[in-house]
């Protein structure tokens, strides 16, 4: 059996909240309705995106992650703004994007080892480190603001969580599978 899965970060509660009032606003630009809205239960910043994994490689995943991350401080996050976000060739994202950060980018290449000596191919290289907020086609309707939001909101990452994600009736579902806790800042 295989189930998608991604590593992230999960954030501060008032965090959730304002980045909740951002999208809110920025629901007034989706007139055409393409914009499958995220809960903001389920905000997270994804550092990699695994996809189909095997159940077995779970286990190891756990283990490797604890032995690669153990030493790893926690540090903070800087959500730097809100942006439109082509993922591939089908999907587009409305995301919050972190500013740029050594720690971040430091932690993210530490998981993309993890994912690569799991034996699960990843290219990190293609990927940015975001929170969605929405998802939507890409060829699409979507009326882009002329000015996304700056945001300017601090989270302290202090853990790296694998979830399960699982597509529910109203988007998907995230399913914590382990917990690495980063060590405490100094």
Not at 60 to 77: N, P
Not at 103 to 112: F, N
Not at 138 to 147: A, G, T
Request: aromatic content about 8%; charged content about 30%.
């Amino acid at each position: 059996m295989r189930i998608r899965t991604f590593f992230a970060l999960r954030l501060a509660d008032s965090v959730v909240r304002q980045l909740a009032d951002q999208a809110d606003g920025l629901c007034a630009y989706d007139r055409k309705l393409e914009v499958n809205w995220v809960d903001s239960d389920h905000y997270h910043l994804t550092l990699c995106f695994l996809g189909d994994t095997g159940l077995d490689q779970i286990d190891r995943l756990e283990g490797l992650a604890k032995r690669h991350l153990e030493e790893e401080q926690s540090f903070q996050v800087c959500l730097e703004q809100v942006d439109y976000y082509e993922i591939n060739p089908k999907v587009s994202l409305i995301a919050a994007l972190p500013a740029e950060n050594d720690k971040l980018i430091s932690l993210q290449k530490r998981v993309a080892d993890v994912v690569e000596e799991a034996g699960i191919k990843n290219d990190p290289a293609d990927f940015t480190p975001h929170i969605t907020l929405g998802k939507l086609p890409r060829k699409n309707k979507f009326k882009q603001p002329e000015q996304w939001p700056n945001l300017e909101l601090y989270s302290l990452a202090d853990s790296v969580v694998l979830f399960q994600s699982k597509q529910g009736e109203h988007g998907s579902v995230y399913t914590p599978l382990f917990e690495v806790e980063l060590q405490d800042l100094d």
